[in-house]
């Protein structure tokens, strides 16, 4: 399976403060860190990672470890408060069962409405603000946040919905609540963010 062409970061000047929240759960899908991750890298001020998928990124241990993996496939990612957030997570998930049960039935663990998630939605409500983008990877999130009211919490043309591609990209999409019947194509997501693209450190 063939990985779908990269995304550059269009320039457009960034506001003072931005903050993109990203909450997946994915299958595995080998394409992944060479398709959303560079079009995402530049943006963030703020960047939750949550995927089944890269269980790597949870079987390191620590915050800091987790964030040395997401670094590894965004190097110049920084961000304020990123290992309070890792910390979160982490301990949420190995939470006893919970990691067990993510492993084995992801979706079902979603749905139960006896196993809802405050900690996760707690962790976002608490990152957002106004400049805040709230990226929603895959449906099953999707529906979970609607059931939650996160897209009113959020500024409707920072609340996307950005659903799976084909390895050729031809399928990617994302919905925004200001125009909810037309799906725009992933570049065009590109430009809607703000990027804050940092200069690679000159060697030497």
Known sequence: MTSPARIEPVDIPPPKKVSVIVVSLFPKASWYNDFYMPALASYQLGFMYFSDCRKSLFDSGTPKQLKD????????????????????????????????????????????????????????????????????????????????????????????????????????RYWSPENPKVRISIPRLVAKLRPRVKEKPKEG
């Open 69 to 172: 993996e997401v670094q590894k496939v965004m190097p110049y990612f920084e961000a304020e408060g990123v290992e309070e957030l890792s910390e979160t997570l982490y301990s949420w998930l190995l939470e006893e069962g919970h990691w067990t049960h993510y492993h084995k039935h992801p979706l079902k663990r979603w749905n139960k409405k006896k196993r809802a998630d405050p900690h996760l939605l707690e962790e976002i409500e608490k990152n957002l603000m106004d400049t805040s983008t709230l990226i929603l990877l895959g449906s099953e999130v999707q529906r979970w946040a609607r059931k939650q009211g996160l897209p009113e919490k959020v500024l409707p043309e920072n609340y996307i919905e950005l659903h799976l591609p084909t390895p050729s990209g031809k399928h990617a």
